[in-house]
Every structure is written in structure tokens, then in C-alpha cells.
């Protein structure tokens, strides 16, 4: 079982920046694909961003192209997402997740974190 914590979310101004992250309890994390996830009220959960178990290979959602970065230190069992020229329409619960593959599909995700709330104001 792997538990994934997220933390660095919050309210910010449009064309600001966040840094969200997601620790996780494994020591096998570095075996794991990670990616980010989103929802916003109403919407489906969608995929954001994710990276391979070295961080080495990296995709993204068009939406966040050109402006959100995933990483992730594999000695501290975290993976990072950095948020800048954020948009109103950025605005969702963003999850971690932990998995297997190289796709944006949410089944390929078996452990998911509860969730941190970012809020992007006009």
C-alpha cells in the first residue's frame, strides 16, 4: 500500500505561480510512474501531467503545456509540480497518483492522494 500526501495548494492571482507536492510512503516509490491530476467542480477528473520512474521521460495535457513542470527526487520519495502563469481555468482539486505506464489515462493509476485545492482568481 502506498499513501501519497499532497501539500503546496492554495489561492493565488491569474499569471501567478504554485508549487505543489506529493510525498509519498514507499520505499519503492523510484519504481513508480507518478502523474498529476485535476477536477473542477462539475467537471470530470482529467490528467495533467506525469513522469517516468526517473523523471528522465515527462508528458503533459495540452492545457499545461509551456507552463507546468513535473519532477521528482526519488531520495526523498516526492514528486514536485510547478505551476506558473496559472489561469482561472487552472482552477480544481489537483491529485497525485502512482502507477505503471506512460499514458494520461486514469487507469493506469492504482494509488491516489486525497487531494489539494487550487484556486486561481481573476
Known amino acids: 500500500q502506498v499513501q501519497l500526501v499532497e501539500s503546496g495548494g492554495g489561492l493565488v492571482q491569474a499569471g501567478g505561480s504554485l508549487r505543489l507536492s506529493c510525498a509519498a510512503s514507499?520505499?519503492?516509490?523510484?519504481?513508480?510512474?507518478m502523474g498529476w491530476f485535476r477536477q473542477a467542480p462539475g467537471k470530470e477528473r482529467e490528467f495533467v501531467a506525469g513522469?517516468?520512474?526517473?523523471?528522465?521521460?515527462?508528458w503533459y495535457a495540452d492545457s499545461v503545456k509551456g507552463r507546468f513542470t513535473i519532477s521528482r527526487d526519488n531520495a526523498k520519495n516526492t514528486v514536485y509540480l510547478q505551476m506558473n502563469s496559472l489561469k482561472p481555468e487552472d482552477t480544481a482539486v489537483y491529485y497525485c497518483?502512482?502507477?505503471?505506464?506512460?499514458?494520461?489515462?486514469?487507469?493506469?493509476?492504482?494509488?491516489w492522494g486525497q487531494g489539494t485545492q487550487v484556486t486561481v482568481s481573476s
Open positions: 497518483a502512482a502507477g505503471f505506464g506512460s499514458t494520461g489515462s486514469v487507469n493506469q493509476y492504482i494509488y
Open positions: 514507499t520505499r519503492t516509490f523510484s519504481t513508480y510512474t
Open positions: 513522469c517516468s520512474w526517473s523523471g528522465g521521460v515527462t
